[in-house]
C-alpha cells in the first residue's frame, strides 16, 4: 500500500521560511512523478511544484524562484524548500505521487488525471 505523510508545516512570519518534507512508503521509485500541490481557502487546488524520476522539475510561477523541490531516493522523502514566504502562500500542502513516467509540467498542471496517490496535508499558515 503507497502511503505518503507530509511534515514540517505550521506557523511562520512573511518573509520566514519552512521545509515541507513527504515520506513515501511502498513505492518502488522507479518511473515516477511527485510533486506539492496546495489548496486555500475558498480556492481551487493547484500545483506548486513536481519533480520526476528523471530529475526535471516543474514551479507554479508565483512560487519560482522562492520554492525549491528535492527528492532523496534513499530515504524516499521529497522535500518542498520554501522561502521568502507570502501570506498568499497560506494554504493545505498535500504530497501526491503517480508511478509512471510524465513530464512534471503535465503532473502539476492536469494532476486530476494523474495523481494517483495522495498524502492527508499539512497546514502552511503565513502572517502578515
Known amino acids: 500500500e503507497v502511503q505518503l505523510v507530509e511534515s514540517g508545516g505550521g506557523l511562520v512570519q512573511a518573509g520566514g521560511s519552512l521545509r515541507l518534507s513527504c515520506a513515501a512508503s511502498?513505492?518502488?521509485?522507479?518511473?515516477?512523478?511527485i510533486g506539492w500541490f496546495r489548496q486555500a481557502p475558498g480556492k481551487e487546488r493547484e500545483g506548486a511544484s513536481c519533480i520526476s524520476s528523471d530529475g526535471s522539475i516543474y514551479y507554479l510561477t508565483s512560487v519560482k524562484g522562492r520554492f525549491t523541490i528535492s527528492s532523496d531516493k534513499f530515504k524516499n522523502t521529497v522535500y518542498l524548500e520554501m522561502n521568502s514566504l507570502k501570506p498568499e502562500d497560506t494554504a493545505v500542502y498535500y504530497c501526491?505521487?503517480?508511478?509512471?513516467?510524465?513530464?512534471?509540467?503535465?503532473?502539476?498542471?492536469?494532476?486530476?488525471?494523474?495523481?494517483?496517490?495522495w498524502g492527508k496535508g499539512t497546514q502552511v499558515t503565513v502572517s502578515s
Open positions: 511502498g513505492f518502488r521509485f522507479g518511473d515516477y512523478v
Open positions: 501526491a505521487a503517480a508511478a509512471k513516467s510524465m513530464s512534471p509540467k503535465v503532473a502539476c498542471v492536469h494532476f486530476e488525471d494523474n495523481m494517483g496517490y
